[in-house]
């Protein structure tokens, strides 16, 4: 597919906010007993949130309060996601400036040709990139916007950068961002709408990408991807702008829906590439849920280890939509990073219902 490794992946989230006491907060409310239930089937612990509920409750809002609260901390928290991203990769940019602190290391702003941002929960024009600048970057760096797309939304975008850095030869950064927090419905709710309240938490990955040739050795060369779209099912899984922000639809349907889906692209991609299922090194999957999880494990049979680092990231997180399974996918690299030549596989799902899978390979 391309010649482009990442070297760096970051994941940030506001202030963590216990599930327990979110509860309190509804238990009030028509269908607060509802919403405390799901909660404590839900595996998820502690969430972040930018707009803390407890402190500030924005289930009142307008949907422009809303949207101008999201970009206001989604820019913030970016910032710092990237920053830490570009540190991770090298460029030291916590020491002064980033301009500076690349020139330190020997890269210029200008190294850095391709900024992209991916996000569904906050629309803005100019929005994410508009943090460019204030990262020092070239005003004549490309921007590249790219939203809503759902959960599954930061593999086409690892995907798109990849072609870029392949084609330009030069790196490229990615931020993802999706937060949740500033669209907290009011009551009263009912079970789907008790579970999109507990599952789906804020948070903010960046991936740093270059080309082979650039750089230290090491990271994990993007190999290739590949999507499947189920139509039938496009009505399972639904977001759209509403009167009190963000409205989301997510049927019951929709665990038995990815389980049955997923295998499909990632045994397209791993025979396209003649790499055997059982020698992927492991597997970084999007934790949509605690059901998605039980029910993808259940077809899959995927290695335990790859499984419970979803778990994990699911428990302390909730689902952050795009940047989710980035967080699991450097959980993995640091915990168990890929060897040369060892292979290992993304998979995310989202509305349409689509499901993406990537294959990465050790260098």
Same mark, same amino acid.
């Given at each position: 597919m391309s010649q482009a490794? $990442? &070297?760096a992946v970051t994941f940030r989230t506001p202030p963590l906010v216990k599930m327990e006491e979110f509860a309190n907060l509804v238990a009030a409310d028509p269908g607060g007993d509802t919403v405390a239930q799901v909660i404590r089937n839900s595996a998820i612990t502690t969430k972040g949130m930018a707009v803390n509920a407890l402190l500030e409750d924005?289930?009142?809002?307008?949907? %422009?309060? %809303?949207?101008?609260?999201?970009?206001?901390?989604? #820019?913030? @928290?970016?910032?710092?996601?990237? !920053?830490?991203? @570009?540190a991770e990769a090298g460029l030291r940019p916590d020491r002064t400036t980033v301009t500076a602190a690349l020139a330190e290391a020997g890269l210029r702003p200008d190294d850095v040709g391709l900024f992209a941002t991916v996000t569904t929960t906050t629309h803005s024009a100019p929005g994410l990139d508009a943090l460019a600048a204030e990262l020092g970057l070239r005003p004549d760096v490309e !921007?590249?916007?790219?939203?809503?797309?759902?959960?599954?939304?930061? =593999?086409?975008? +690892?995907?798109?950068? /990849?072609?870029? +850095?392949?084609?330009?030869?030069?790196?490229? =950064?990615?931020?993802? +961002? *999706?937060?949740?927090?500033?669209? +907290?419905?009011?009551?009263?709710? *009912?079970?789907?709408?008790?579970? &999109?309240?507990? @599952?789906?938490?804020?948070? /903010?990955?960046?991936?740093?990408?270059?080309?082979p040739e650039a750089g230290e050795p090491g990271g994990a060369e993007i190999v290739d991807a590949e999507q499947l779209t189920a139509p039938a099912h496009a009505d399972d899984l639904q977001v759209h702008m509403g009167d009190n922000g963000l409205r989301i639809r997510l049927k019951p349907s929709m665990p038995?829906?990815?389980?049955?889906?997923?295998? $499909?692209?990632? #045994?397209? @991609?791993?025979?396209?590439?003649? =790499?055997?299922w059982s020698d992927v090194a492991w597997w970084a999957v999007h934790p949509g849920g605690r059901r998605i999880l039980d029910r993808v494990d259940e077809a899959l049979g995927l290695p335990e280890q790859s499984m419970a680092t979803a778990r994990e990231v699911m428990r302390e997180y909730g689902n952050t939509a795009a940047p989710a399974v980035l967080a699991v996918l450097r959980r993995l690299q640091t915990t168990r990073p890929l060897a040369a030549g060892e292979h290992g596989v993304v998979l995310a799902c989202g509305p349409g219902a689509t499901v993406w899978a990537l294959l990465l390979r050790g260098t």
């Open positions: 490794r $990442i &070297v924005p289930r009142r809002w307008t949907t %422009r309060r %809303r949207m101008d609260r999201s970009l206001a901390e989604a #820019r913030r @928290l970016g910032r710092t996601t990237v !920053t830490a991203a @570009l !921007t590249l916007s790219l939203g809503p797309m759902g959960c599954y939304a930061a =593999v086409p975008a +690892v995907s798109a950068c /990849a072609h870029w +850095v392949a084609a330009k030869r030069r790196p490229a =950064v990615l931020l993802a +961002v *999706d937060l949740f927090s500033p669209h +907290v419905q009011p009551p009263p709710y *009912d079970k789907e709408q008790a579970v &999109v309240l507990t @599952l789906f938490g804020d948070g /903010a990955a960046a991936v740093v990408l270059l080309p038995d829906v990815v389980a049955g889906s997923v295998a $499909i692209p990632a #045994r397209a @991609l791993l025979a396209r590439h003649r =790499v055997r």
